[in-house]
């Protein structure tokens, strides 16, 4: 037998147990609710699953304990996206956490950081402010409109003013021929859910934030 085949075939039927637990996790918590609604603040990250569900691209949201991760994960899946990932900014989840004080060494970060998943779109979620508790926010029906309203161009074309920006992306923050690939392919999208048939430089700078976070 090859041990290698083996740990792989393992791995990945644990994998895929462990996605199809917590999607199973993820419905009983919302069952009769607006997952969206539950989930106080972060409009940012509905943002990033409304774009991740209208491009069909994987989405990793990254924040700590009790920040709505798997309520998010649940409106992803209402839209129609499975390839969604959860993860923390560090073992003990509480790195940027304005709460409550981290206890991870830079090492162990580093470490957390390189097992992330790969993915087209990634947001850091947040423990919401009381202020923020008080009204839902964005709704699963708001969201679910946005991504019915798009448009389907299929153009990857920049502009000059487009390409310089990507050009300096590249320089300053080290993209690299993937990164910049999904970069184009998700600011394609949000020019889509703009109803544009050109990516535009806000386009596709969105769509550079989203790039996978570095500590």
Same mark, same amino acid.
């Given at each position: ?132 508790? &008080?009204?839902? @926010? ?5 969201? #679910? =409109? ?9 153009? *990857? !074309? ?12 590249? &320089?300053?923050? @080290? ?5 910049? #690939? =999904? ?9 889509? *859910? !703009? ?21």
């Amino acid at each position: 037998m090859n041990l290698i085949t083996f740990a792989d075939t393992k791995l990945a039927d644990l994998h895929r147990q462990v996605t199809n637990e917590m999607e199973r996790r993820a419905r009983i918590a919302t069952t009769g609710h607006d997952p969206a609604a539950i989930i106080f603040g972060n409009e940012m990250a509905k943002r990033t699953v409304v774009v991740a569900a209208a491009g069909n691209h994987s989405l990793l949201l990254i924040g700590p304990p009790n920040c709505g991760k798997t309520m998010m994960r649940a409106v992803a899946l209402e839209l129609g996206l499975s390839q969604t990932f959860e993860a923390r900014p560090c073992p003990c989840g509480h790195r940027n956490n304005p709460r409550q004080d981290c206890s991870c060494t830079v090492r162990q970060i580093e470490r957390q950081v390189r097992n992330f998943p790969q993915a087209d779109v990634t947001v850091e979620m947040v423990l919401p402010a009381e202020r923020e508790r &008080r009204t839902p @926010g964005t709704t699963l029906t708001d969201m #679910r =409109r946005q991504t019915e309203d798009k448009t389907d161009h299929p153009s *990857l !074309d920049l502009d000059d003013v487009s390409r310089t920006l990507l050009s300096t992306a590249v &320089r300053d923050v @080290g993209l690299d021929p993937d990164q910049q #690939r =999904r970069a184009i392919a998700v600011a394609r999208t949000i020019a889509n *859910l !703009d109803r544009q048939e050109q990516i535009g430089v806000s386009h596709l700078m969105e769509a550079i934030n989203y790039r996978s976070l570095r500590f």
